[in-house]
């Protein structure tokens, strides 16, 4: 499956931005997706997780409450709301795919900016 993520971009704290990811293939409904972030100088981390159909999600914790992960199986795919942005959440995101359980992403796309200033 190749994956593409889009709608990053620069925002100021409070702000919000929507990612998407964009999958290839007829078999993304198999799959489990994720985003995680990778910030300058710091390790990849994980931020959300959404099973098959959407019904169970997961995240990072300091990102409960703002961030929602959502998917569209008959569109093949993912999105990352974020909301009430920090500083804090300036990265490089990612969007990846893989399977459960446990996590494991075995896919992954390019990364989107995204630039929250104070």
């Known amino acids: 499956v190749q994956l593409q993520a889009s709608g990053g971009g620069l925002v100021q704290a409070g702000g919000s931005l929507r990612l998407s990811c964009a999958a290839s293939?007829?078999?993304?409904?198999?799959?489990?997706m994720g985003w995680f972030r990778q910030a300058p100088g710091k390790e990849r981390e994980f931020v959300a997780a959404i099973r098959w159909h959407g019904s169970v999600t997961d995240y990072k914790d300091s990102v409960k409450g703002r961030f929602t992960i959502s998917r569209e199986n008959a569109k093949n795919t993912v999105y990352l709301q974020m909301n009430s942005l920090k500083p804090e959440d300036t990265a490089v995101y990612y969007c990846?795919?893989?399977?459960?359980?446990?996590?494991?992403?075995?896919?992954w796309g390019r990364g989107t900016q995204v630039t929250v200033s104070s």
């Open positions: 293939g007829r078999t993304f409904g198999s799959y489990v």
């Open positions: 990846a795919a893989g399977t459960y359980p446990p996590y494991e992403f075995a896919y």
